[in-house]
């Protein structure tokens, strides 16, 4: 109990410092991460860090750096509570969602990349990543339009 109980506190110390739209980025990524098919125990969130939220006419964009722990569930079997494995894998992500502004904000475009911490330090890896990020801030703004599948066939037979 007094291993896990620093953790548990520290993640809800960390939730309660963050708006709603960085947890809905954190639970998303949380899902993305543990659905891959190389994760055989559950990650559980173990810090944010350099969050950063931006509001403009076209949304809502939020990056994150999100640092998680190994868990000793295994996933086909989760288990409450899941302690975190000390000396197991930490990897980081980096996280970058554009929602629009309606009143339950969908999410515009998104980008997300998972791997050991210094995996992410890579100078070529970071230069993609930024400009990933800035592609997703820049997503709903000017004449961007969701493109849908279908939808140029379907609009072409309409009047002007």
């Known amino acids: 109990v007094s291993l896990w109980l620093p953790v548990a506190l520290g993640v809800a110390a960390v939730a309660a410092g963050q ?6 980025v954190v639970r998303d990524v949380l899902e993305y991460f543990n659905g891959r098919s190389n994760v055989h125990f559950l990650f559980k969130e173990r810090e944010v860090d350099g969050a950063i939220e931006r509001e403009d006419p076209s949304g809502t964009f939020v990056q994150l750096r999100l640092g998680l722990a190994q868990t000793a569930c295994r996933k086909r079997a989760p288990q409450r509570p899941c302690r975190v494995l000390e000396n197991r894998r930490k990897p980081t992500c980096l996280a970058c969602y554009k929602f629009d502004t309606s009143d339950v904000p969908k999410v515009l475009d998104k980008y997300h990349n998972c791997g050991p911490s210094h995996h ?15 592609a997703v801030e820049e997503a709903g703004k000017g004449g961007d339009m969701l493109y849908l599948p279908g939808m140029f066939a379907f609009s072409r037979g309409l009047p002007a």
Do not use: H
């Open 19 to 24: 708006s709603p739209m960085q947890r809905r």
């Open 120 to 134: 992410l330090a890579v100078k070529e890896i970071r230069q993609r990543d930024e400009a990933e990020c800035r």
